[in-house]
């Protein structure tokens, strides 16, 4: 094998082996009629019923709403928010305030999933660098909730303490 032929092929294994460094950045999707379609009604109430409970109570902090989204049972996973209705109002009072309620989500929407009682949302987000609070990284947040008897019964995000 030629001495040229064997350098680039050393070069595109080595370069093959390295972690990739370039990043494709997480886009969101602006059709979110869409991502609230479904041919199962069902299906298509739940994803409704968590993006109105996105828009009106988290986004535009109409706590007097929560009683409309959430069972009274509410089971929360995120280690920063108490369990129960109660819990969540109380956490989230003490920063939502409320403000016009708007008629899409505000979030960078990715997607809406739902498959039988579960419902999850994905957001784009931007976080700093760990290694270099100059620069930014794209990434993916997610909210999954359980419905039940037409209101939301338990949730679960990556959050920690």
């Not at 494709?24 to 298509?44: I, M, T, W, Y």
């Amino acid at each position: 094998m030629p001495i040229k032929r064997l350098l680039v092929l050393t070069t595109l294994c080595v370069a093959a082996a390295l972690p990739a460094t370039a990043q494709v950045p997480v886009q969101a999707n602006p059709d979110h009629a869409a991502l609230l379609a479904s041919p199962d009604a069902r299906l298509a109430a739940n994803k409704r019923l968590v993006y109105d409970f996105w828009r009106e109570v988290f986004e535009g902090g109409h706590m007097e709403l929560v009683d409309k989204y959430l069972s009274e049972g509410y089971i929360q996973h995120n280690p920063t928010v108490p369990t129960g209705r109660a819990g969540f109002v109380g956490v989230f009072s003490q920063f939502a305030k409320p403000k016009p309620i708007q008629d899409r989500v505000r979030a960078p929407v990715v997607a809406i999933t739902a498959e039988g009682d579960l419902v999850v949302l994905s957001f784009a987000r931007t976080g700093n660098d760990p290694k270099d609070p100059q620069k930014k990284y794209s990434t993916t947040w997610f909210d999954m909730f359980r419905i039940e008897g037409g209101k939301i019964a338990e949730h679960w995000d990556p959050a920690t303490p």
